[in-house]
């Protein structure tokens, strides 16, 4: 193992039991075990520095746990000064720091264009070369395929529309009129904070619920863990699609001046804004897809292996089309929450123990 701190190895493309793609919180996860086992793997990755997707997320975003919940396996997170959960650049620095202290072989920025069968390997195509590896945990998460359903009129609207993968902040909306849509954790805080600067409506499928204060993240990985071990679970790959929104901080004071008013969805857009099947119309500025994200399987399109759903049937992490190709970190799918950290971190165990089990046999 490399000494906490030093800078992991970079070697060429070539041969390799185990290849992870993707060095965001399930890649890591992945890796801390694969090193312990001291299995022969690299991770590639796509960004040009640590964090994977909380590299991107806007910066008032807070995790729905405190940190001694929101953690890797081996390492715990600290807890941010002033306590409440960690934000997106606490955890993109506790990311950094985890990888670092690891000394785990993370290879970036790194392309993966395709992954295909190549007699007993699979071929792993980059944009710095070819590697072939026996085993390959695709660890790309969903942040890269945001979610946006369609409604009649939306090319008509004349504002801006923006997705959450998007939003960087509200200065840019201040003074206007802002249509924030999606029943989720994301669209509240963002709420929460647009609400301060802007005219707001909240608009959701279903009337949306807000956990009580004193229940925080911990308790939506618990009962995706129940749902997973029930006979039937359906998820959309999102974690904040768990059907409750966590009360933190920001979330809670904007419930106490009375902003979490939500309106029914809508039917169409229009020029200036959002109307409903009874006529009523809203003008609007600006509109806010808060509606989630899909996952990011567009590399392991030669492999030919989704279902009618656009999933991959999966046992496990283990892809039940190539045997060779585990999936982690996407939603309920492959693992109880495993987009989230705590869902990663657990469900990574369990993955490379099967991995393990296939490079001894």
């Given at each position: 193992m490399n000494p906490a701190g030093t800078a992991a190895p970079s070697p060429a493309p070539g041969r390799v039991d185990v290849l992870v793609v993707g060095g965001g919180q399930a890649g890591l996860?992945?890796?801390?075990?694969?090193?312990?086992a001291k299995a022969d793997f690299v991770v590639l990755d796509a960004q040009d520095g640590p964090g994977g997707a909380w590299r991107h997320a806007w910066p008032s975003l807070r995790l729905f746990s405190p940190a001694r919940y929101s953690s890797l396996p081996g390492r715990m997170m600290p807890a941010p000064p002033g306590g409440g959960p960690p934000s997106a650049a606490d955890t993109v620095a506790y990311l950094a720091d985890y990888e670092r202290h690891y000394g785990l072989p993370i290879i970036r920025p790194v392309h993966v264009q395709g992954i295909r069968r190549d007699e007993d390997r699979l071929a792993v195509l980059t944009d710095t070369g070819a590697w072939r590896a026996r085993i390959v945990i695709s660890a790309t998460g969903t942040w890269w395929r945001p979610?946006?359903?369609?409604?009649?009129g939306m090319d008509d609207f004349r504002g801006r529309q923006l997705h959450t993968?998007?939003?960087?902040?509200?200065?840019?909306?201040?003074?206007?009129?802002?249509?924030?849509?999606?029943?989720?954790?994301?669209?509240?805080?963002?709420?929460?904070?647009?609400?301060?600067?802007?005219?707001?409506?909240?608009?959701?499928?279903?009337?949306?619920?807000?956990?009580?204060d004193e229940v925080d993240g911990k308790a939506l990985f618990d009962l995706a863990t129940r749902r997973a071990r029930s006979a039937d679970v359906a998820?959309?790959?999102?974690?904040?699609?768990?059907?409750?929104?966590?009360?933190?901080p920001p979330v809670r004071e904007a419930r106490d001046r009375g902003a979490l008013k939500a309106e029914p969805m809508f039917t169409r857009l229009t020029?200036?804004?959002v109307a409903w099947a009874d006529g009523t119309e809203l003008a609007c500025d600006t509109i806010i897809w808060c509606t989630g994200f899909r996952p990011a399987l567009g590399h392991l399109a030669p492999l030919?292996?989704?279902?009618?759903?656009?999933?991959?049937?999966?046992?496990?992490?283990?892809?039940?089309?190539?045997?060779?190709?585990?999936?982690?970190?996407?939603?309920d799918w492959t693992g109880p929450a495993s987009a989230t950290l705590i869902g990663a971190a657990r469900t990574a165990k369990t993955c490379v123990a099967d991995v393990l089990r296939q490079l001894a046999s």
């Amino acid at each position: 193992m490399n000494p906490a701190g030093t800078a992991a190895p970079s070697p060429a493309p070539g041969r390799v039991d185990v290849l992870v793609v993707g060095g965001g919180q399930a890649g890591l996860a992945a890796g801390y075990h694969l090193r312990r086992a001291k299995a022969d793997f690299v991770v590639l990755d796509a960004q040009d520095g640590p964090g994977g997707a909380w590299r991107h997320a806007w910066p008032s975003l807070r995790l729905f746990s405190p940190a001694r919940y929101s953690s890797l396996p081996g390492r715990m997170m600290p807890a941010p000064p002033g306590g409440g959960p960690p934000s997106a650049a606490d955890t993109v620095a506790y990311l950094a720091d985890y990888e670092r202290h690891y000394g785990l072989p993370i290879i970036r920025p790194v392309h993966v264009q395709g992954i295909r069968r190549d007699e007993d390997r699979l071929a792993v195509l980059t944009d710095t070369g070819a590697w072939r590896a026996r085993i390959v945990i695709s660890a790309t998460g969903t942040w890269w395929r945001p979610f946006v359903p369609h409604y009649p009129g939306m090319d008509d609207f004349r504002g801006r529309q923006l997705h959450t993968a998007g939003y960087t902040g509200p200065e840019s909306l201040r003074g206007e009129r802002v249509v924030i849509v999606g029943g989720g954790n994301s669209a509240a805080q963002i709420l929460a904070e647009v609400s301060t600067v802007a005219s707001t409506t909240w608009i959701t499928l279903r009337p949306p619920r807000l956990l009580p204060d004193e229940v925080d993240g911990k308790a939506l990985f618990d009962l995706a863990t129940r749902r997973a071990r029930s006979a039937d679970v359906a998820d959309t790959g999102d974690p904040a699609d768990l059907g409750d929104i966590v009360a933190v901080p920001p979330v809670r004071e904007a419930r106490d001046r009375g902003a979490l008013k939500a309106e029914p969805m809508f039917t169409r857009l229009t020029a200036t804004g959002v109307a409903w099947a009874d006529g009523t119309e809203l003008a609007c500025d600006t509109i806010i897809w808060c509606t989630g994200f899909r996952p990011a399987l567009g590399h392991l399109a030669p492999l030919r292996l989704r279902g009618p759903d656009g999933l991959i049937p999966v046992e496990g992490t283990r892809a039940l089309g190539e045997a060779r190709l585990h999936l982690l970190g996407y939603g309920d799918w492959t693992g109880p929450a495993s987009a989230t950290l705590i869902g990663a971190a657990r469900t990574a165990k369990t993955c490379v123990a099967d991995v393990l089990r296939q490079l001894a046999s």
